[in-house]
Nanobody, 114 residues
Framework: VQLSESGGGLVQPGGSLRLSCAVP????????ISWLRQAPGKGLEWISD????????AYADSVKGRFTISRDNAKKTVDLQMNNLKSEDTALYYC????????RGQGTQVTVSS
């Protein structure tokens, strides 16, 4: 199983982006989904989780208060709304079925630059 990320792009500091993770229908209502990122030259960093029904979320301190994870039952996606983006948010963003990145997709690039 491999998830699929989309929605990345180039944005100025202070801007916003919304990432989407397409989750196979047979998994959507049963699996926790995580978002992670990897900045150039750095390791994989966990940033957020949402449980199978959306009732529980968690965030890394680095994104708390700026990023929001949610589930879209109609589209079968797990979305990451990113506000007040900073240059240090520049990274390749992945969604996965675990906090350590299992079953992650190819990733979507987010670049924050003026």
């Amino acid at each position: 199983v491999q998830l699929s990320e989309s929605g990345g792009g180039l944005v100025q500091p202070g801007g916003s982006l919304r990432l989407s993770c397409a989750v196979p229908r047979f998994m959507f209502n049963f699996w926790q989904i995580s978002w992670l990122r990897q900045a150039p030259g750095k390791g994989l960093e966990w940033i957020s989780d949402i449980n199978h029904d959306g009732s529980c979320t968690a965030y890394a301190d680095s994104v708390k208060g700026r990023f929001t994870i949610s589930r879209d039952n109609a589209k079968k996606t797990v979305d990451l709304q990113m506000n007040n983006l900073k240059s240090e948010d520049t990274a390749l963003y992945y969604c996965a079925t675990s906090s350590d990145g299992q079953n992650r997709g190819q990733g979507t690039q987010v670049t924050v630059s003026s």
